[in-house]
């Protein structure tokens, strides 16, 4: 699995957020002994540099008194992998730019819930293109380019090292009629073959629930193997307002309990492969 640039800057950001504690100096001290504006040090500790410099991150190991090469060269590598463009900034650019992919491409374990459409890493071509296609608002080119962005989005289920995804779908997710009968009923039977793959569990969150833990919208909770360099953060789907990425453990916790009943009140994964069955004869 290649690595992921976005990924690999917030792992340095947090390494050097954790050398500034353990060196007991606060943001602004350092900042002036650095000879820097103070909002410099907390864009990159906040992760919101575009290009890390291996000049930039030497200086504040200096600073911090980290001298143990085999930490100094590590950062060094995680600078330069830092800088690297990632596939999907290659391949489909101002299309697949958001941190969305970066962070997904790593993660080990993803657990979702969407209560509109069918999850993007699960959709038909068909599907996404009619979803795209709804707002009226987007040229065929456009949505040409975007569906193909989605379908390359989900190679991360089918590569050799896939995360484990497990998904709850809300019931009228799969009853609103996206695309028409035909596209509707493709994208039901192509739900019930992803359902039998060992890196996928599906669950559908019935109507007859009522009102559940996440009534707000979707989320997506992105978990990795070695959560002391990259903890676990959730990302948050705004629609036009933008995208939310939460990292303090405190919001993590709580998406997690959210997930978790979510997940105890929808079908079982048996009954959910059922309950798609039917919606699809029905389609027939």
Excluded: C
């Excluded at 000879?35 to 911090?64: A, C, F, H």
């Excluded at 958001?98 to 999850?119: D, H, K, M, R, Y």
């Excluded at 089918?158 to 484990?164: M, V």
């Excluded at 676990?232 to 993590?252: F, N, T």
Aim: hydrophobic residues 40%; charged residues 25%.
């Amino acid at each position: 699995m290649s690595h992921s640039p976005t990924v690999r800057r917030r792992r340095l950001s947090l390494a050097l957020l954790q050398f500034r504690d353990a060196a007991g100096l606060n943001s602004k001290e350092a900042a002036k002994q650095l000879g820097w504006q103070p909002s410099k040090l907390t864009r990159i500790e906040r992760n919101e540099w575009r290009k890390p410099t291996i000049g930039d991150v030497m200086d504040m190991l200096d600073l911090y008194g980290v001298k143990d090469e085999r930490t100094r060269t590590a950062m060094t590598q995680l600078v330069r992998e830092s800088n690297r463009r990632g596939w999907w900034e290659e391949e489909f650019q101002g299309i697949l730019g958001g941190a969305l992919v970066g962070l997904e491409w790593e993660a080990a374990e993803i657990n979702s819930f969407e209560i509109v459409v069918v999850p993007g890493l699960l959709q038909t071509e068909a599907y996404a293109a009619a979803v795209f296609r709804g707002g009226r608002v987007l040229r065929e080119e456009e949505i040409t380019r975007r569906v193909a962005a989605r379908l390359a989005r989900q190679r991360i289920l089918t590569r050799e090292d896939p995360p484990s995804l497990a998904v709850v779908i809300d019931e009228a997710a799969l009853r609103k009629h996206v695309g028409g009968h035909t596209v509707m009923r493709d994208q039901l039977q192509h739900l019930r073959q992803l359902a039998e793959a060992p890196n996928i569990s599906l669950q559908v969150l019935p109507d007859a629930v009522g009102a559940h833990a996440s009534m707000e919208g979707n989320f997506t909770i992105l978990n990795y193997r070695a959560p002391k360099d990259d903890p676990s953060i959730v990302y948050v789907g705004i629609g036009v307002a933008g995208d939310l990425y939460l990292e303090q453990p405190e919001d993590v916790a709580h998406y997690r309990e959210m997930y978790g009943y979510l997940r105890a009140s929808a079908l079982s994964a048996v009954d959910s492969v059922s309950y798609i069955e039917e919606l699809i004869r029905h389609l027939k």
